[in-house]
């Protein structure tokens, strides 16, 4: 259930921080990669990671409480902590990038970004591994034969 909790403080957190850069005008970043054009508003991403933290809050505490399953503590932990990582290096990606003046230190916000993006991807993949084996789990308490 700690992990629910996390998640569940996690999106409600998120969602602050969206709702005070919607009252702000934060300036949005423009990415021009391989002939597109994308326009990408911090709001957005603090609205993708509370929707996502809300999903992970439901899920972990579903599998729990429906169907009494276990969820491995430490892999868990792990993959809260790598979604806070990413939370936080796109936060500075976009702090760091609307500032204006702000000229030669932006080819520095590629180590930001790139920890970023790894620790989103690795956390999804934790959380795949931590699925799969609840799933086991459930499995093999529903079809074992006594």
């Not at 996502?52 to 430490?74: D, P």
């Not at 702090?95 to 590629?110: D, F, H, K, M, Q």
């Amino acid at each position: 259930m700690l992990p629910a909790k996390l998640f569940a403080v996690f999106a409600i957190v998120f969602s602050a921080c969206a709702g005070l850069g919607w009252l702000s005008s934060l300036p949005s970043v423009d990415t021009y990669v391989h002939d597109k054009y994308f326009v990408v508003e911090p709001v957005l991403v603090l609205l993708f990671c509370a929707v996502a933290s809300v999903n992970f809050a439901v899920l972990y505490y579903a599998a729990a409480r429906f169907f009494h399953a276990r969820w491995n503590r430490t892999l868990s932990i792990l993959h809260f902590s790598l979604f806070v990582c990413f939370g936080v290096s796109f936060a500075v990606v976009f702090a760091v990038s609307t500032r204006p003046g702000i000229g030669e230190a932006l080819r520095w916000l590629v180590i930001p970004w790139f920890l970023g993006i790894l620790s989103l991807v690795s956390c999804f993949v934790l959380f795949g591994i931590n699925l799969a084996m609840v799933v086991v789990q459930i499995l093999r308490a529903r079809f074992a034969s006594h």
